[in-house]
């Protein structure tokens, strides 16, 4: 998503990952949930935790630590699953992102998103659709796409000499 | 209009089917009017339809089919392939508009004059006589009032709904099934329960529901033949052969989604039948076979599966032609070549590309990309063999299941996760406690299971899989993939459900060997192994390959390391033999009475091929006749089996193995004459 689409883009699910800010735009959360019994998956990238039950769908859970190349949460850390529409995906391409705790919806009506700033590095950068600059922090507005787009981005790399 | 207009495609597919049939009818029994009456009708309704909605380019071209139509039905014209020839040209066209009209909502571009002047140049060679037929005139108007009859009565009784939402009831009773699983699992623990009987009556009600839903995705696998007469009659006016075509068990359902799937794969059968598998007539004549090719298409059920066969008396495949093909492609050695069964020979028919190499589709005929085949058949749970005899004809056996949405599966536990296994490959259970862990062998790192006479080779699926677990007590899950069986080391098996499989997530795609995910009654997401795919990683041709030819060198060398072997007697004196047992893949016995003698060597027909039987030291023709079976050690690489006849199996030692002259060593306390697998297949191969 480019920075002009999020224009339109008004309100976001805000959740926090370590120390930072990140966010989503609401259109594309279907529901936040907790407590969920994960199957993991063996053989599958470190990224995905496992599957989960919503409600008779089987979805599957990101780390989002992991997928940011974050340092691991605590076992008994508690943490929530942000559950995001991949749009073009039939039939309801669902997905869940396990982060470490979720903050307010944030109405962001007379503030400017910036692009990306130029210091972000690698996968940070890959990710981040733009960023809004709140009074008490910055606001990282994650491109859900990219986020989910860690196997060809794999891929690509084994293809670089 | 668009509800008219779809109304009318569908009208007209639904036409269009009967027609090829209709015309294949008419062109063998050239006196019979009925068909002709009936594409008449047909394309008469197409013509009248198409003012309504402006589709000029149909109009034309069904108002010129139907003139000649007019003029055959009427015996003005004669009925020849010359003269259908022009019709079934025009029916194809026809289709492919409306296949345009059905995707575009407008006719498509393009000129049809050439067609519709060869109708006309047709119809010009009329006599100009119609016969007058008076009462035949009446006769049709009756005909066609009854048939139309008919049609009302079969028409109250189904109607037509859209595909999508027989998918939508499919997904929505797969829901339900799953929670009805989680409601009797909460039932289980709690017999005085009151919600109990009703949730008994709820499962029962929910079993049938499933399967009334599952019948109205049943669709007659006639679907799927009546469209072979037309390609059976191109191809054989294509290559020049006559053919015929024949079927039976037309009426045999299956789940659409399997009938879409399995609808190239014999198509593509049958052309290789007509295409390869036949021979020209004049050699069918000098062969003493009817002139006539017959192809004939049988679909039946069978053990809750599907079997559909193609079989045709053609000339069979050359396996030496096939064999030298493999031999050429490197996929064999020449040597290797001479051990071969025949089901490993067909076999290689199923190896990517190997068929479209032309020599083979010349010579022995049969299999442009039978890969692709045997992969679209397996991609939905299937499976292909192939039967032929020189000079009768081959058959290709297509097995499916009934149904793709919900399977009967095992639930078992690797490492304390559940899994499921589909249980259509599971072959039997196998605990393996403390008393009996001696049925487990370590060859090397590579495990085997001795079941009955048997070497099974084993997979740790927690190993496969990444998990950690080591097991004391485990069960072994024996399975079979094609003609491969193996165990499959699981921690225990809960449980066996019907569960409802639902597609991997896109991201999990890639890891493959999983087969799809479901839920579980207390509402856990299982992950459904595929077996065929663990097989495949497990086994690779080359690393089994590998493995043998390791373990075989290491068992006759490795002086420090303790080596298993196993031990018989064979020979006029009885001396005792070993081999290293790392290059056995089974121990079997064969009656006497099965043994076949040809040309100096032995034989015994094994898994559906000729396994050659060697004996050491002792010519094969005296067989002591005192006793009524044999045991045989069995010998198999990647590609070539043998046996090597026994007088008797003595017993499996562990020891170290120290070489003396002449490839002795002391073993048990016996001097003891120690084999190698190399040995034994170059006498095969001398012999040979």
Redesign the interface.
Known sequence: MMVTQLEACREYVSFRLEHQTLGIPVTQVQEVISGL?V???????TE?R????LR?Q???V?DLRRRLGMPERAPDDPCMNVIVRNGD?EPE?L?SLLVDSIGDVLNVHDIPILPPPATLDGIWRRICAGVFRLDQAILVVLDVPSV?N??EEKNDEKEKP | MEEFLNEFVVEVWDNLSHLDRELITLEKCPQDREPLKTIFRVIHSIKGSCGMFGFQRLERLAHAAEDLLGLLRDGALPISTETIQPVLSAIDVIKSIMGAIEKDQTEPAGDDTALVERLRAVCRKSTGEISPVPVSSTGAELSRAESANNRATISEQSLRVHVGVLDRLMNLVG?LV??RNQLVELSRNQEESPFSPPIQQLSRIVSGLQEAVMMTRMQPIGQIWGKLPRIVRDLSHEIGKPLELKTNGAETEIDRQILQAIHDPIVHCVRNAADHGIEMAEVRQKNCKPSTGEIFLNAFHEGGQIVIEIRDDGAGIDLGAVSAKAVERGLISAEERAGLTESKILSFIFEPGFSTARQVTEVSGRGVGMDVVRTNVEKIGGSVELATRAGHGTTVRIKIPLTLAIISALIVNVGR?PFALPQVGVLELVRITAQNRTLIEDIHGSRVLKLRDRLLPVVDLAAL???HDNLSEFTIVVAKVDQMVFGLIVQDVLDTQEIVV?PV????R??Q??AG???LGD?????ILDLARIAARAFAPDTRAAVLEETGANGAEGANQKTKLLLFRTGKDLATHAIPLAAVSRIEEFPVSKLERNGGRLFVQYRGGLLRLLRLGADVGDLDPGNTSVPAIIFADADKSVGLLASEIVDIVEERLVLQEGGFAVLAGHATRVLEISEILGIAGEAG
């Not at chain 1, 199957?39 to 990238?45: I, K």
């Not at chain 1, 496992?50 to 039950?53: A, F, K, P, R």
């Not at chain 2, 509402?523 to 992950?527: A, I, T, Y």
């Open positions: 019994q199957t993991p998956v063996p053989l599958a990238g995905v496992g599957l989960i039950n008779g089987i979805v599957t990101i995906e391409g997905y989910l860690f196997q | 829901e799953l929670s996760h899989l990444g998990i639902k997530g896109k991201l999990l890639a890891i060997i999983y995910s479901t839920i509402g856990r997401v299982v992950l």
